[in-house]
Every structure is written in C-alpha cells, then in structure tokens.
Nanobody
Framework: QVQLAESGGGLVQAGGSLRLSCAASGRFLSINVMGWYRQAPGKQRELVAT???????TYADSVKGRFTVSRDNAKNTVYLQMNSLKPEDTAVYYC??????????????WGQGTQVTVSS
C-alpha cells in the first residue's frame, strides 16, 4: 500500500511564499505522474500543477507564473513552490500520484491534504 506524506502548508501573508512537499512510500514500481490539487470551501477540487517522470509539467492558468512544480525521482517526492500568494489561493492542497504496481495496475493515490491560508 502506497502512502503520500504532505508537508509545508500554513498561514502566510499575501505576497508571501510557501513550499509544499509530498513523499510517496511503500511498494510500487514507479510513479509516472505526481501533482497537486486544491479545494476551497464551497468549490470543487481543481488541478493546480502536475509533473511527469520525464519532467513535463502542466499548470492551472490561475497559478501560472507564480507556482513551480518539481520532483525528485530518486526520492519519489514532488514539490510545489508557491510565490506571490493571493488570498484566493487559500484552500486545502492535496498531493496526487499515479502509481504503477508490479501487477501492471495503475491506480491514483491521494495525500491527506494540507491547509494553505493566505491572509490580506
């Protein structure tokens, strides 16, 4: 069973920065895609950023130019550097990983979520 451990959330003033990290542990062959989603109160969960094992990235338009996603394949860890934070970035951020197992199955795994609050 694969588990995702998230860290780095907290309270920050508008214009500040935070860095989230998510490390995968357990028995698996590989993780082809890792990324971040967020969910604000009263809103649906939305994609923030993803990164494939080869380095290809995607970003939501709302965070492009402010957030940077990266990963350390050797450590099975994904990071999200968040700069120029805005109050509208306030949400619970969830780590996601598309995990490949020895059986050949590919299944999504989710972290427990970490709160990011941006005050004005």
């Amino acid at each position: 069973q694969v588990q995702l451990a998230e860290s780095g959330g907290g309270l920050v003033q508008a214009g500040g920065s935070l860095r989230l990290s998510c490390a995968a542990s357990g028995r698996f062959l590989s993780i082809n895609v890792m990324g971040w989603y967020r969910q604000a109160p009263g809103k649906q969960r939305e994609l923030v950023a993803t990164i494939r094992s080869g380095g290809w990235t995607t970003y939501a338009d709302s965070v492009k130019g402010r957030f940077t996603v990266s990963r350390d394949n050797a450590k099975n860890t994904v990071y999200l550097q968040m700069n120029s934070l805005k109050p509208e970035d306030t949400a619970v951020y969830y780590c996601n990983a598309n995990v490949e197992y020895a059986s050949g199955a590919r299944l999504p795994r989710w972290g427990q979520g970490t709160q990011v609050t941006v005050s004005s």
